[in-house]
C-alpha cells in the first residue's frame, strides 16, 4: 500500500469503527475497540515506514490541490505523532476494555460502555486527522472533533466535579477556537489561501500577520494549556474516567503544541513575531514550576498526575526559543522525543491510577501505602513511569531533556536551562511524594487486591515503553527528520 | 465605506460583545448565549469579507456553513452539560473549587 | 444613500447593540430571547451580503433548532440568580474585551477593499464538480473532507449531549391542545415537502442538505413536542443506526474511492451527480435525527413508558 493509502487509513479506519461502535451498541463496543485500535495502529506503523522509505507523503483529497482542495501531509512529525497516537491508542483501548467491562454494572455503566467507544474512536480520528492535515480550516474541524469528542469523555464519569470540569473545558476550548478561526479567516481574506504552504509563501510582516498569528497562536496556547490558561486541564484530567485522563493528557494536549510548533516554524515565520517565542518560552517556564508546586499540593494521585501534565507541556514550550535559528534542529529532537516519552508515561501513570481505583477504594495518596506489596504490577508501572517523568538516565524523559538542555547550552542560551533544572527539582518532590508510598511495604497485614490484569498490563507495558525510547532513541529520530521534517523546521 | 467593511466591523463589534458575555458571566447558559454571540461576530466577519467581490466568493460561505453547524454541536453539548450541573448541584454553573 | 445602504448601516449598527443587550440584560429568558432576535437580524445581513445558503440555515436554526434547545434549557434551569458582578469589574471586562477585539478591527481595515480569493477559480471550475451551485460543490467536492468530519462533529454532539444527560428520563410534554394538534397536522407535511424540495434543489441553487435536514429535524422535534402526530415508538438501535446513517453513506463512498487507487472523495466524472444528491439524502436524514435526538432523545430509552411516567411524576 502507497503512503497516502496508510495515511487515507489512519483516518477512515478510526471513523468506521466509531460508527459501527456507534451502531452496535454496549455490547459490541470493546470488541470493535479492540480491532479498530488494532488496524488503525497498523496505519500508522505503515505510514511510519512509507515515510522512512520515502519521505513526506502527500495526498490531495478530491483530485484538487490546494488551494482549491485540501492536502494532506506526513512528513517525519506527523508519522512520530501518529505512531504515538497508536502506542498510547493500543494501551488506552485494551485497558478501556477492562475498564468498562463488557457486561453488568448497572444502566449507568451500560451507558458509559456505549458511549465511550464511540466517543474514543472518534478522538482517534480527529488526532489522526490533525496531524495529517495540511489546510489549516481543516485543521480547524479537526480541532473542533478533538475538543467535543474530549469534553464528552470528561463528562461520561457523571460526578459533579467532572461535570463541571467538563463543562469549563467546553467553554474554554470553543473560545479557543473561535480564536484560531478568526486568525484562519483573516489569513484567508489577505491571502486567498488556506493551505499551509500557501500562505507560508505569501504572509508577509504586518498588520495583517500579527493580528492573525496572535490570534491563531493564542487559541492554540489556550488548548495546550500554557500557563495562565492552563486552570481547565487538571480537574478535567483529573476528573475524567481513568483511560480518558490517559489519552486526554497523553495525546490532546500534544495536538495543539504540534499545531503551535507547525505555525510557528512553518507557516507563520514570514510573520515575523519573535517576542512570541520568547513569549512561550518564559510562560512555559512559569508552568513548569507552577504546575509541579501545584502537584506537591494534591493528595489523589490522579491529580499530582493531572498537575504534572501542566509542568511537562512546560517543558514543551521552551522549545520555541530554543529552536530559532542554529538550534531548530536539535530543539525538535529534543521536543519530539520529549512529547513521546511524556505521552507513553503519563499515559502510564493514569492507566495505573486506573488500575489503582478499580482494585482499592480511592486513589487518596494516604490510601496508597504498600501498594509495592499489594499491586505489585501496578506499583512497577508507577515507578518506571516515573523514571521517565523525573527525566532520569535512560529513560526517554532524560532523552528528550538532555537534548532540550544541550540546545540551551549549545547556542548559548543557557538562561532557558534554568527552569528546566529547577523542574527537575520540583518533580522529584511531588514523584517521590508519590513513590514512597507505592514502594514501601506494609508490614504484611494489608491483603493483596486485585486489579484487572489487562488494566495493569498496558500500564506496564507503556511505562517500558517511555522507557524504551531512552535506550533507543536514534528509531524515533529517524522516523522524525524523515521527510525533512527537521530540515523544514528551520528558517 | 463598502457593505463589506460596514459589516465586517459590525462583526467585531459583536464578537467583542460575545466575548464580554463570556467573560462577566459565571452562569453557563449566559456564557452559552456568549459563546453563540461570539461565534456570529466572527462568521460574520468572515462573510462580510468574502463580498469584497461580485459574485461573492463561495469559499467563506462553506466555511462558515461548516461553521455553524459545529457551532450548534457545540451549543447542544453545553446546554446538556448546563441542565444537568444544574440537576446535580442546583446551579448550572462550574463548581466553585478547583482540582479533584 | 441608497435605500440598500441604508438598511445595511441600520442592521450592521444593530447587530452588536441587540447583541450587548443580550449580554447586559439581566433577565435570563429575555437575553436568549435578545439572541433569537439577532438570530432574525443576522439572517437578514446574510442575504443582504449574498449569501442566501448561510441565510438559510441561520433561520432553520436560530429559529428552530437551537432555539429549541436553549428554550429546552431554560424551562430546566433556574433564573440566574447570581449577584451581578460589581460595576467596575464589568467595566474592566468590557474594556479588556474591547482592547481585544480593537487589533482585529484594525487588521480588518487594512485589507484591500476588493480581493476576490479563490472565487474565480472556483467559479471556473465548477462545471467540474457534481453540483452546478457554487457553495454545493465547495461542500461537497472541493472541501468535502471537512464537509465529511463536520458530520462526525454532530455525531459527537449528540454522543457527548448523552453523556452529559446521564439518564434522566425524557420529558413527556404535556397533552397538546386541539388547536396545536390541527394546526401540527396541517403543517407537518408541508415542512416534509419543504425539506423535499431544499434537497432536490440544492445541487444548482441555495439549498442542499443542511437545509433540508434541519428543516425536516424541526418537523420531527415539532411532531414530539406537540404530540399531535404520534411517531412509532422504534428501538434504540434503530435510533442510532438511523443517526449514524448519513455519515455511513458518506464515509463509505470516501473508502471506495480512496480503494479504488484515485484519489480520496474523487468522485468518477460520471456519476458524480448522482453520488452527491445520494449522499446528500443521507445527509439530510441523519441530520433530521441529530436534531431530533439532541431534543430528549436517550441512547438506552426504557420501554416502559409507564415506569418513565412515574418517575417523571415523582420529580416534578
Known sequence: MSGAAWAIGAVLVPLAGATAALVGGARAGRWVGLATAGASAACAG??????????????????????????????????????????????????????????????????????????????????DALFLAADVFNVYVTLELVGLSAVGLVALAGDRAALGAAARYLVLALLGSLAYLLGVGLLYAGLGTLDAGGIRAALGPGLLATAAGALVLGGLALKAALFPLHGWLPPAHAGAPAPVSAALSALVVKAAFYLLVRFTREIL????????????????????????????????????????????????????????????????????????????????????????????????????????????????????????????????????????LSTAFATGRWGWAVPMLLGGVLAAGYSFRVLERAIASTPGDAPPVRAPLAMELSALALA???????????????LLGAGGALAGVAP | MTSAHLFAFSGVALLGAGLLGVLAHRHLVRRVVGLN??????FLVIVALARRSDPPDPVPHALVLTGLVVGLSATALALALAVRLHRETGAARVPEEDGP | MTAGLALDVLLAVALPLVGLA???????????????????????????????????????????????????????????????RAASVRVALAALAAAAVAPVALAVEALPRAFEGLGREVLARVPETGATHPVTSVLLDFRGYDTLLEIAVLL????????????????????????????????????????????????????????????????LVLATLSGGVALPRVPPWVVRSMLALGFAVFLAVAGATAA????????????????????????TISIAVVVWALFERDPEERRAEGEAGGREGEAA
Open chain 3, 22 to 84: 443580550a449580554v447586559l440584560r439581566r433577565d435570563l429568558v429575555q437575553s436568549v430571547m435578545l439572541l433569537f432576535s439577532l438570530g432574525v437580524l443576522l439572517a437578514i445581513a446574510w442575504a443582504r451580503l449574498g449569501a442566501p445558503d448561510i441565510a438559510m440555515v441561520e433561520a432553520a436554526l436560530g429559529a428552530g433548532v437551537t432555539g429549541v434547545l436553549f428554550l429546552s434549557a431554560l424551562a430546566r434551569v433556574g433564573p440566574d440568580d447570581a449577584a451581578p
Open chain 3, 260 to 283: 479504488s487507487g484515485r484519489a480520496l472523495l474523487r468522485y468518477p466524472g460520471a456519476h458524480a451527480a448522482g453520488l452527491l444528491l445520494a449522499i446528500e439524502a443521507a445527509l
Open chain 2, 37 to 42: 454571540l461570539a461565534g456570529s461576530g466572527v
Open chain 1, 46 to 127: 505503515g505510514l511510519a515506514s512509507a515515510v522512512l522509505a520515502g519521505g513526506t507523503v502527500r495526498h490531495r483529497v478530491g483530485g484538487w490541490g490546494a488551494p482549491l482542495g485540501i492536502e494532506l501531509r506526513a512528513d517525519g512529525l506527523s508519522a512520530l505523532m501518529l505512531v504515538m497516537v497508536a502506542a498510547v491508542g493500543i494501551a488506552v483501548t485494551v485497558s478501556a476494555a477492562a475498564y468498562f467491562g463488557g457486561a453488568g454494572g448497572g444502566e449507568e455503566q451500560g451507558r458509559r460502555r456505549l458511549l465511550f467507544w464511540p466517543l474514543w474512536l472518534f478522538l482517534w480520528a480527529a488526532l
Open chain 3, 156 to 219: 459527537l454532539a449528540v454522543l457527548g449531549a448523552w453523556a452529559a444527560r446521564g439518564g434522566a428520563p425524557s420529558p413527556r410534554p404535556p397533552a397538546p391542545g386541539p388547536i396545536l394538534t390541527a394546526a401540527v397536522r396541517l403543517l407537518l407535511p408541508l415542512m416534509v415537502v419543504v425539506a423535499g424540495v431544499l434537497l432536490w434543489v440544492g445541487s444548482s441553487a441555495p439549498g442542499g442538505a443542511f437545509q433540508a435536514g434541519t428543516v425536516l429535524g424541526t418537523t
Open chain 1, 269 to 404: 515565520p514570514g510573520a515575523a513575531l519573535p517576542r512570541a517565542e520568547v513569549l512561550l518560552g518564559a510562560l512555559g517556564a512559569a508552568g513548569i514550576v507552577w504546575g509541579s508546586l501545584q502537584a506537591l499540593r494534591q493528595d489523589r494521585l490522579k491529580g499530582v498526575v493531572a498537575y504534572s501534565t501542566v509542568a511537562q507541556l512546560g517543558y514543551l514550550f521552551l522549545f520555541f526559543p530554543l529552536a530559532r535559528d542554529a538550534g531548530a534542529a536539535t530543539a525538535l529532537s529534543g521536543a519530539g522525543l520529549f512529547a513521546l516519552a511524556h505521552a507513553l508515561a503519563k499515559a502510564a501513570l493514569f492507566l495505573a491510577s486506573g488500575a489503582i481505583l478499580k482494585a482499592l477504594p480511592s486513589d487518596r495518596l494516604d490510601g496508597l501505602a504498600g501498594l509495592g506489596s499489594r499491586m505489585p504490577l501496578t506499583a512497577a508501572a508507577v515507578a518506571v513511569a516515573s523514571v521517565s517523568i523525573l527525566a532520569l538516565p535512560p529513560s526517554g524523559g532524560f532523552a528528550g531533556k538532555w537534548l532540550l
Open chain 1, 464 to 478: 517500558l515503553a517511555a522507557f524504551a525510547v531512552g535506550l533507543v532513541p536514534w528509531a524515533p529520530l529517524r
